[in-house]
């Protein structure tokens, strides 16, 4: 117990107060008594009442002014233990590297409920209600009963390979193991054997999408809650309310749940016994937070994993060029900073689809479906397979048009079109949200005979149930076809229920977005299609041509999942691909579900460009009320820059400012600098010495039509 001094301690205290504000840093308190570092508080900035978590002051912090008026910490958040030394280096860290202020990464790792309880509710909810004595000893009862464990299957020569690696070597890992190689078997062996070997071990399990969770969390539930108990597995997303959030988060950070699994938020999750972290579909951007404070979750599990010592497993089909190359061995011209491990066989001697590509140049203009595509999707509703139609743009058309006038459905608020979706008759832009009412004629001319231009899901799901009128499931029922994207699952639950659908086999088609490319466990699709994939071709994004590639893989990984249907079918898994520019090398690799030779060929690229992961960026973004505005205060922030002689300027190449891809959204126009060089650890210093000189930048009067800037380290999108 600590003594109560007669003097006031002073405390420093992390709170959400954004870096760009002028109380940006930690800030100071006094009470009774010194606090252990991690322990929550709430106290008062100005009128507001915020959660906070003391910290020890870092070593640059300013000396306190002998004359400052410090408020006194308003409460101790009692009954929680203090958030560990590694969660507090965990976020330190984060901070850093990613330029924002340490407050604002620990109230991101915390749940929302908790930053707005007083003391008092919390206490409450951490005294357990007294159960009453029947019900008491029922419940003991009924929990150790132990419920039977899950008969183990026999893992593949692979698998077992793989397991042996992990668990011999320290890692990190890079499992790359094609679709359906039975890597998520590899995730739960690791786990499993972590969690028995040290009673209170916890594993940390990510996926890219929130509707990833459902189905892995059953399959976690199934092998582990016999094992270790109903509280043992808890999930982390964003799609919880506060309630469950709070509930899994103290679960974790009191120990009783053994395995978190999540999204990236899940990545700053409280877990004092961390063994083991597992990254799956590493590629996968939604693993880099696009807003706020950005982080790339998959980067900081790998930091996260060494400094306390956990494995990490990143795993993927089509494995981020970043990740590739870390695991490319030295002699190979890579850096062998990962150990890479190769799981090439489906499970079940399934195969990978064939590949099929349509010329499309040789096809009528206009064609939707190519006629033998159509054949082959007919083909499968009658022998009652499933077929899945990828198509990246949700509506029914991204443009109204008028040929008398050339008038375009823009959005009056940004540089983007209004996309026509026609089942609520709406126009909507998908940057700004801003709605309209299709108009009857054309608002410029009168023209009354308006059309859409293009193809969203939503045309498609109306055309192919057009072509399929006629065609009969073998029982006899007319061909379904179902659509899945942002706009058919935005009630809560409807997603699941769709999934369900296809899972039970009432749908014949499945036509969506990349929503549903990715992870799912299809078992009798042995279909699918991009109809229309060449935009990202001709994007100015060098990553565009990566990700095409990982979608359209992974896309073709939900064929032919299950061989023993396959071979019960006789039927053969397909992925079919339209194109305009059929050669392409993005399909050459496809067709022979070549990653590596894809992955060699980009890295050359890369490598003679200098771009990463042979270079590191970060952008700095302006918003302002013109374009001109924005780039004037970019521009001023590079001369600041050479001016003041920030450190390691030299190894800098700082580009000139340019409007971003979609320059004006909802009214404010949008410009960004790109700032690149090869040594990482110079670029961070760089970047934290150049934050008070952009902050001056902001504070002159020439700048003050900037409505914000924001700092983007590793952006994954230019
Ligand atoms: P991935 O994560 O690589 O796409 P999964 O782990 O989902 O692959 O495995 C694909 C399917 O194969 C799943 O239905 C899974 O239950 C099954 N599976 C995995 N490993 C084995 C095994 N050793 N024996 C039999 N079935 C397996
Ligand atoms: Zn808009
Ligand atoms: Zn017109």
């Not at 620990?106 to 003391?119: E, I, W, Y």
């Not at 739960?188 to 070997?197: D, F, G, P």
């Amino acid at each position: 117990m600590l003594e109560a001094s007669p003097i006031p301690v002073v405390i420093q205290v992390a709170v959400y107060t954004p870096i760009h504000s002028s109380v940006g840093g930690l800030l100071s308190y006094t009470h009774c008594t010194a606090l252990p570092a991690g322990t929550l508080v709430r106290v008062s900035l100005g009128p507001r009442r915020l959660l906070g978590v003391v910290w020890n002051p870092s070593a640059d912090a300013p000396p306190l002014p002998a004359h400052a008026k410090l408020r006194a910490i308003d409460a101790v958040m009692q009954g929680l233990p203090a958030l560990d030394a590694h969660w507090q280096h965990l976020v330190s860290f984060a901070a850093r590297y990613y330029q924002r202020s340490v407050g604002e990464i620990a109230m991101a790792g915390l749940p929302p409920l908790l930053r707005d309880m007083t003391a008092e509710q919390l206490a409450k909810r951490l005294t357990p209600p007294k159960p009453k004595k029947l019900s008491n000893k029922v419940t003991a009862f009924a929990a150790s009963v132990p419920q039977p464990a899950q008969e183990l299957v026999a893992l593949s020569p692979e698998q077992q390979t793989v397991c042996s690696q992990i668990e011999q070597y320290p890692g990190p890992f890079l499992l790359y193991g094609s679709t359906g190689s039975g890597k998520t078997e590899v995730y739960m062996r690791v786990v499993q054997q972590a969690l028995q070997a040290d009673p209170q071990a916890q594993a940390l399990v990510m996926v890219p999408e929130i509707n990833l969770t459902p189905q892995l969390q059953e399959r976690f539930e199934a092998r582990f809650v016999p094992l270790f108990g109903a509280q043992a597995v808890v999930s982390m997303h964003s799609g919880m309310t506060d309630v469950q959030r709070l509930k899994s988060w103290l679960a974790a950070h009191t120990g009783q749940a053994r395995i978190v699994l999540g999204t990236r938020m899940s990545v700053f999750a409280s877990l004092p016994r961390l063994k083991v972290i597992v990254v799956d579909e590493e590629h996968d951007a939604s693993y880099k937070q696009q807003e706020g404070a950005r982080y790339s979750a998959r980067d900081l599990a790998l930091w996260r994993g060494h400094a306390v010592g956990a494995k990490v497993i990143l795993g993927s089909a089509t494995p981020s060029l970043e990740s590739w190359h870390a695991s490319e061995p030295a002699i190979h011209g890579g850096q062998g900073r990962y150990l890479r491990l190769h799981m090439p066989s489906r499970i079940g001697a399934g195969e990978l689809p064939r590949v099929r590509m349509v010329d499309m140049t040789q096809q009528p203009k206009k064609t939707v479906f190519s006629p033998p595509l159509l054949a082959a999707i007919t083909e499968r509703v009658q022998r009652g397979e499933q077929s899945l139609i990828l198509l990246n743009r949700r509506g029914f058309a991204p443009v109204l048009f008028c040929a008398d006038c050339s008038w375009k459905s823009d959005c009056p608020h940004c540089s983007a079109h209004q996309v026509f979706h026609k089942g609520d008759r709406t126009l909507r832009c998908h940057h700004c949200g801003f709605t309209q009412r299709v108009p009857h004629a054309c608002p410029n001319c009168g023209n009354p005979d308006i059309l859409p231009l293009g193809k969203g899901t939503e045309q498609l799901e109306e055309e192919l149930e057009r072509l399929l009128r006629n065609v009969q499931r073998p029982d006899g029922n007319p061909a379904r076809v179902a659509r899945i994207d942002a706009d058919t699952t935005k009630l809560k639950g409807a997603l699941q229920a769709q999934l369900a659908l296809v899972h039970s086999g009432e749908v014949d088609v499945l036509i969506g977005t990349q929503m549903i490319a990715k992870g799912h466990d299809f078992r009798r699709m042995t279909l699918v299609a991009a109809v229309q994939p060449d935009g990202a071709l001709f994007s100015s994004d060098f990553r565009a041509p990566e990700r095409l590639f990982c979608l359209l893989m992974q896309a073709a990984g939900r064929a032919g999942r299950d061989a023993a249907y396959v071979r019960a079918q006789d039927s053969r898994p397909e992925m079919w691909v339209q194109s305009m520019e059929p050669q392409h090398s993005v399909f050459a690799a496809l067709r022979q579900h070549d990653y590596p030779s894809f992955a060699a060929q980009q890295l050359r690229e890369r490598q003679e460009a200098g771009m990463p992961p042979f270079a590191f960026q970060a952008l700095v973004r302006a918003d302002a009320k013109t374009q001109e505005t924005a780039q004037a205060f970019l521009r001023a922030a590079s001369d600041a820059a050479r001016q003041g002689q920030l450190p390691h300027l030299q190894d800098m190449y700082l580009y000139p400012p340019i409007p971003m891809a979609v320059q004006r959204v909802a009214n404010v126009e949008r410009a960004q600098m790109l700032i690149e060089s090869s040594d990482r650890r110079a670029l961070q210093r760089f970047l934290h010495a150049w934050q008070p000189w952009l902050h001056w930048v902001r504070s002159q009067p020439e700048h003050k039509g900037v409505v914000r800037w924001l700092m983007d380290v590793d952006p994954l999108s230019l």
